[in-house]
């Protein structure tokens, strides 16, 4: 009799593991998720699983092709000697020519150069990169700016395949019914830290994905004095100064075929 009823216990305690488990791997995706989700489609960038897309961001050429996990990202310009350097960052890492020889570079320039060609890249698609696998999203509640309604998402990154900047931290902010990202903050170590804010501008249709620039905000202190996810009070506020603008020029979207 005891061994029948154990017997009849461990049955049902595994009857709830694989209960539980099937709910487990079955739940509903989380409401950031379902955010980032749905601004993905509304930025069209599905279609940059497979393409090439060109611009220029202050006189130097970029190019960025993606092909299902696979990348290549080039930068080209004329440095202050009348040099064209070119830099390419892809998979095998990175490789930098000078008027078409290869140059050797210390370990500490390529990482830099890298990092460079990188963020100029993924802000230049975002949101599309919101899905990566270290990305890891919270969602922040509501906000209203500028009289529309907003849903406020952080992101940061797993330090397993978060690259060298994973323990940056970004907001963003998606429209509740565009389900565009009109506005993002993010922080930074560079000259002793501190924050920025964007709001997007001039948004246009280019091979079916939604291309952006941006008006570059900075708060007094360089935002150390509140957490980025308050820069939407700050920038109603008025208490924002302007420092740039980065324009995506020349756009171009092509297909690989």
Known sequence: MYFFRTHTYTLFLLALLLAFTSCTNNEKPSEAQEIVDAALAAHGTQNLEQGVVTFRLRDRQYRALRDNGAFVYSRTFTDSTG?????????????????????????????????????VIYF??????????????????????KGEPYHKVKVTFRQEGGGEGFEDEYVYWFHQQRHTMDYLAYNFEE??????????????????????????????????????????????????????EVNLEEVKVFGLN
């Open 124 to 145: 230049a698609l975002l949101p599309y990169f919101l899905n990566d696998a270290a990305v890891q999203k919270e969602y922040l509640g509501e906000a209203t700016v």
């Open 191 to 244: 000259n002793g830290g501190g924050s920025r804010f964007r709001e997007a501008t001039n948004p246009r249709e280019i091979g079916n994905i939604r291309f952006q620039d941006y008006n570059n905000y900075k708060a007094p202190n360089n935002g150390k004095d509140f957490p980025i996810a308050n820069y939407d009070r700050v920038f109603e506020a008025g208490k924002l100064e302007k420092v740039s």
């Open 83 to 119: 040099q064209r350097v070119h830099d390419v960052l892809s998979n095998s890492g990175f490789k930098r020519t000078v008027d078409d020889a290869e140059v050797t570079l210390p370990q500490e320039e390529q990482q830099a150069y890298s990092e460079s060609v990188n963020a």
